[in-house]
């Protein structure tokens, strides 16, 4: 796996909607900025020796970087994949949306939902919502939440970004009533 670069944002609330947020909310994302294994083959039927020879490797990475970044237990997460001009959106399906991937961030969470994402096509910088949802519960409202992420030089045409995503609480001030309420 041929990394060019991590990034790593942390962002904390501390105001929404003219109110004081207490404690401040976070949010982490540890993006990685990878050479798209399949780029320059032309159409690959079989991406399976690619997903091998990197998604764990991606996962174990970005896992507990974006855990760390956080400073506190997680309570949201999500992931992304955005894939150069040159590549094509299953390649980084491919990566993200396999076990080999998100149980490491399962794990380090203590985490049982399926981690939402996002994946899509683009230039370099390029702006990315990564969906967030509760870690244990998807069904939890407070927490259906997205982070925007850009970054400016990535990916180029031959490579993909790999990013988690990971939210301590749910939305700063968030005040709808379960799901529950509804049913």
Request: glycine share 8%; net charge negative.
């Amino acid at each position: 796996m041929n990394v060019r670069k991590i990034v790593t944002v942390v962002e904390e609330i501390r105001t929404e909607g003219g109110r004081r947020v207490d404690p401040p909310a976070r949010v982490a994302v540890v993006a990685a900025v990878i050479e798209n294994p399949w780029s320059g083959q032309g159409f690959v039927e079989d991406l399976n020796p690619g997903i091998d020879a990197h998604a764990s490797d991606l996962g174990a990475l970005l896992a507990p970087a974006v855990l760390d970044a956080l400073a506190e237990p997680a309570e949201a997460y999500g992931k992304a994949a955005i894939v150069g001009l040159d590549g094509e959106i299953e390649h980084g399906s491919a990566l993200i949306h396999t076990l080999k991937f998100g149980d490491h961030f399962r794990k380090a969470a203590d985490a049982t939902t399926l981690l939402p994402a996002v994946e899509k096509r683009g230039p370099a910088g390029i702006v990315f919502d990564i969906p967030l949802k509760h870690i244990t519960d998807a069904t939890i409202r407070s927490h259906h939440q997205t982070v925007e992420v850009r970054i400016s030089d990535a990916p180029h045409p031959d490579e993909i970004v790999v990013a988690l995503a990971a939210a301590a609480q749910g939305r700063p001030q968030q005040r709808l009533a379960p799901l529950s309420t509804e049913q």
